[in-house]
């Protein structure tokens, strides 16, 4: 799917209509201190290394593709799942 690279949008900060810059989401580092990490690094010590069983058939085939858009005026970020697709081409 091609989606443009700026898109006239509504920007609740600047509560009005805006052009939004668009982009890719890409997920944050993972803290480590973090209680769930702890958590999740706790269970893969000792020797079987994997808390869960390894999926062996994949029904989804593809990722959800979400895209960040950016405020040019205030610089506000919302984000948008579009969903599943193999391919999202930023134009």
Known sequence: MKFPKSVN???PR???YTKHTVSHYHAGQR???AEGQRRYERKLKGYGSTPKPKQ???AK???KVTL???CTKCGYKTVRSLGR?????LV
């Open 9 to 11: 949008k509504y920007c």
């Open 14 to 16: 600047c509560n009005t």
């Open 31 to 33: 803290r480590t201190l």
């Open 56 to 58: 062996k058939r994949f």
């Open 61 to 63: 085939v593809n990722k």
């Open 68 to 70: 960040v858009f950016t």
């Open 85 to 89: 697709m193999k391919k999202v081409e």
